[in-house]
């Protein structure tokens, strides 16, 4: 009867599942007792455990940081897994300048610079970022300080209002470092700090009888005094207390903490889940552990719906991990409790609204499986595009929906090799047929294949891409069904009108379908390797989910051309130029960050980077 973690693993060896336990035997035996699956997901989970692995521990704690050592490790399949995303957004700012920028980031990391935060929403943190830009009139170009301090007169505004005209070298260099300092203060929510100093300076001035300072100080207090009254985030390490909901619903599952310092709510955090195995207890005891962790920081209190078995453990954990000692309370009553309850509250309505969307969804999905007489529901769906500029630098993409959501880590990218110029026909064909030959070859990020394709373009790019897989992967073995009647033919025609073949297509094959626009550049409709229309503008539902898909697609090819293109661009310009290799030009673009920057540069700069007779090559060439 000691404590420890079990691992369930299935046949190939793969860890689908961990838990801990305060009696090893007693829990393992427990999912094996008649009438002990309370769901489908934990009957599933037991009829794929071939083999379990234990691990022994000395005591429950030792039990609860293995557990989630492990979990973190494998990610097992059907334990709660907390999506990581791009985590909780940091402002960091290198104060060693003599003019610091600020950047958002994913993490902190030990490179000098000074960063606040973890913020909760990067949204609500660019919007707090644009406020105190315009109130503190500080720079929202891109232009380098000091390098490019009078190459340029003031852009629009400074001309409005928004900006002091830094490139102009007026007001002076401590004066911006002292905004930028003031910035740093309003993000890190000692806004009333920033006030004060701002006020201190407006008496000093006055005192000095320096009245026009005085009066633009004083005009700036009132700006931050009004910033006071918005929305602005708070850094999540500012808060003392988070009150902790879960909800279990039908469908799905919700967890929701929301923040506060002192009495003042500073931020909320959700996620939808799917109903989890654990019982409510150990469900919110495992999102608690993830979500803290991965977060790198914890208030002194945590306000949660019900006492957990393992709170004492919990709660050492934490302790040990952020160097301060962490309360976990379950309070019946009073301010606390209705903390607790408007928690509550909140993930009901995350999961009502979540499970209502994925039922919207589900309804979208099962109209094209049904109208497209698709074998199985389209849980994936890959879409196709071609971009270039006339024939140049032309590129293909791959955009990928799972479960009518966009899966952005399994989008690729083409660059189109064997045809030359405008022929969008044959580019198509070379995507589709690099991506299937990948596939073919084993390649897991080309798997598995989609259960419907999208192209964009009519009835003859569906036409080819229902000839061109059916020809490939009947080459891999797979059966020789039909889709619809057996005797069901598909007339291929190329673009030029050319050669026409008949051939049967396998119901395991993806069925290809091209996106047909209207006047205004929308898909009004599906076609088939038959020519035959599929309307969807009369299903809104599907009319929207057609159109997103389109327009990330197009999105995401327009992208990659006009990156190409603008390598391509650079390219011509400086590789050209007798005198100025790749080194060169990797020290040029390092100093000067682009093209304009060294043009406009003076020969007597650029000659600190390249010889002088280089350098007046290149002032020669780019004033053409």
């Not at 993930?347 to 109208?371: D, G, I, P």
Request: hydrophobic share 35%; glycine share 6%; aromatic share 8%.
């Amino acid at each position: 009867m000691k404590p420890g973690v079990y691992i369930m693993l299935d046949k190939s060896g793969e860890v689908i599942y961990v838990g801990k336990a305060k009696a090893l035997r007693n829990r393992v035996s427990s999912y094996f007792h008649e009438g002990s699956h309370v769901n489908g997901k934990t009957a599933h989970l037991v009829s794929r455990v071939d083999r379990f692995d234990f691990i022994v521990c000395q005591s429950e704690f030792d039990a609860l940081v293995t557990e989630n050592t492990l979990i973190k490790q494998h990610r097992p399949r059907y334990n709660i897994l907390l999506k990581d995303d791009k985590g909780y957004p940091y402002v960091a700012a290198d104060m060693r300048l003599d003019y610091p920028r600020w950047e958002v980031v994913g993490k902190p990391s030990e490179d000098g610079r000074s960063y606040i935060g973890p913020y909760y929403s990067r949204t609500t943190l660019f919007q707090a970022l644009s406020a105190i830009r315009q109130t503190l009139k500080l720079p929202a170009c891109s232009r380098v300080f000091p390098r490019e301090i009078g190459r340029t007169r003031p852009c629009i505004n400074k001309q409005i209002g928004l900006c002091e005209g830094w490139c102009s070298g007026a007001p002076t260099q401590a004066e911006y470092r002292a905004r930028i300092e003031h910035a740093m203060l309003i993000l890190d929510g000692r806004i009333s700090d920033a006030a004060k100093s701002v006020e201190d300076q407006m008496f000093e001035a006055a005192d000095a009888e320096l009245f026009e300072l005085a009066a633009q100080l004083r005009d700036r207090l009132k700006a931050l005094t009004m910033l006071t009254k918005s929305e602005l985030p708070t850094p999540g390490s500012s808060a003392d207390t988070d009150a902790i909901g879960f909800y279990r619903g039908e469908a799905k599952s919700a967890f929701v903490v929301m923040c506060y310092s002192g009495s003042k709510k500073i931020g909320k955090y959700y996620v939808i889940i799917d109903n989890p195995l654990e019982d409510d207890s150990e469900a919110l005891s495992e999102l608690l552990r993830q979500y803290y962790m991965r977060r790198g920081a914890c208030p002194n209190t945590l306000l949660l719906p019900y006492q957990l078995a393992d709170a004492d453990e919990l709660s050492r954990l934490f302790s040990e991990e952020f160097g301060h000692t962490t309360h976990l309370l379950a309070p019946r009553k009073g301010d606390k409790h209705k903390l607790v309850k408007l928690a509550y509250d909140n993930a009901f309505e995350e999961a009502v609204r979540a499970a209502t969307r994925q039922e919207r969804e589900s309804k979208t999905l099962l109209w094209l499986e049904e109208r497209l007489n698709l074998a199985k529901l389209p849980a994936r769906i890959e879409s196709f595009d071609i971009s270039h500029t006339a024939g140049d630098e032309v590129v293909g993409c791959m955009v990928v929906f799972k479960d009518a959501r966009p899966l952005k880590r399994a989008y690729k990218r083409f660059k189109i090799k064997t045809v030359e110029g405008n022929n969008d026909y044959h580019s198509m064909k070379e995507v589709l047929t690099r991506r299937i030959q990948r596939f073919s070859d084993g390649d897991e990020k080309f798997s598995p294949l989609p259960d419907l394709i999208l192209l964009d373009g009519g009835g003859t790019l569906a036409a080819m891409g229902t000839e061109l897989l059916r020809a490939m992967l009947s080459a891999q073995n797979h059966p020789a069904e039909t889709i619809g009647d057996a005797e069901a033919l598909i007339e291929i025609e190329d673009e030029f009108g050319g050669i026409r073949n008949s051939v049967q297509v396998s119901s395991d094959i993806p069925r290809v379908f091209g996106m047909v626009k209207d006047d205004r550049h929308r898909t009004r409709a599906l076609v088939d390797w038959r020519n035959n229309e599929i309307a969807i503008s009369a299903r809104p539902d599907v009319f929207s989910f057609i159109g997103k898909i389109q327009e990330e697609t197009h999105r995401f090819a327009v992208e990659y051309h006009r990156l190409l293109r603008d390598k391509s661009v650079t390219h011509s310009v400086l590789d050209d130029i007798p005198g100025v290799g790749s080194t060169r030009k990797d020290r040029l673009f390092k100093h000067f960050k682009s093209v304009g920057a060294i043009k406009d540069a003076p020969v007597e700069e650029l000659s600190k980077i390249v010889p002088r007779n280089v350098a007046e090559k290149i002032k020669e060439e780019l004033n053409k």
